[in-house]
T-cell receptor, first 112, second 114 residues
Framework: QQQVKQSPQSLIVQKGGISIINCAYE??????FPWYQQFPGKGPALLIA?????SEKKEGRFTISFNKSAKQFSLHIMDSQPGDSATYFC???????????FGTGTRLTVIP | NAGVTQTPKFQVLKTGQSMTLQCAQD?????MYWYRQDPGMGLRLIYY???????DKGEVPNGYNVSRLNKREFSLRLESAAPSQTSVYFC?????????????FGDGTRLSIL
């Protein structure tokens, strides 16, 4: 059973557009929600993370929006660039836990 | 600063063969992890080690064994490889703290089992 559900599976956006990736979870014990970015042939790398005590976190062109009541969170990439083309994974973990539960990934392609 | 180093990068095995995937980290992290990545399934945890001397099963441990050799090294062994174990394997490490710390990943081992 997938603990974190991610959509869409793939996404094509024009350069300068907004990319939006959505994730949903059921376990209310989750209290840490990171996003990882993975380029072909490389391992995932932490992009940005949020805790449920805030509804939004922004780092440069990347923003996480968090809706605790709906148990959903999303990644917004503003002014998307071809260099943003990668696979994005949302994830969740519980306080003090050692392991992360990953979504199934979204392959983003930004076309010039 | 190499971070997390995995060897080998690629491997082809025949069904029934055994092999060990190696992982080493130079960040003095306590926790280490092994994941497998399959198309459409994201990353699934195979085993993890919260600290030297301890190991625990993750979501998909069947067919695998692990050894936490020391603080730096965490190996994954396939005793009798099966085609269903064809995957990309990632090792990661993390420093636990009062606030969740990010996991740092290696670049993976691409394993094909014929």
């Amino acid at each position: 059973q997938q603990q974190v559900k991610q959509s869409p599976q793939s996404l094509i956006v024009q350069k300068g557009g907004i990319s939006i990736i959505n994730c949903a979870y059921e376990n209310t014990a989750f209290d840490y929600f990171p996003w990882y970015q993975q380029f072909p042939g490389k391992g995932p790398a932490l992009l940005i993370a949020i805790r449920p005590d805030v509804s939004e976190k922004k780092e440069g062109r990347f923003t996480i929006s968090f809706n605790k009541s709906a148990k959903q969170f999303s990644l917004h990439i503003m002014d998307s660039q071809p260099g943003d083309s990668a696979t994005y994974f949302c994830a969740a973990s519980m306080r003090g836990a050692n392991n992360l539960f990953f979504g199934t990934g979204t392959r983003l392609t930004v076309i010039p | 600063n190499a971070g997390v180093t995995q060897t080998p990068k690629f491997q082809v095995l025949k069904t029934g063969q055994s092999m060990t995937l190696q992982c080493a980290q130079d960040m003095n992290h306590n926790s280490m992890y092994w994941y497998r990545q399959d198309p459409g399934m994201g990353l699934r945890l195979i085993y993890y080690s919260a600290s030297e001397g301890t190991t625990d099963k993750g979501e998909v441990p069947n067919g695998y064994n692990v050894s936490r050799l020391n603080k730096r090294e965490f190996s994954l062994r396939l005793e009798s490889a099966a085609p269903s174990q064809t995957s990309v394997y990632f090792c990661a490490s993390r420093e636990p703290g009062t606030v969740n710390q990010p996991q740092h990943f290696g670049d993976g081992t691409r394993l094909s089992i014929l």
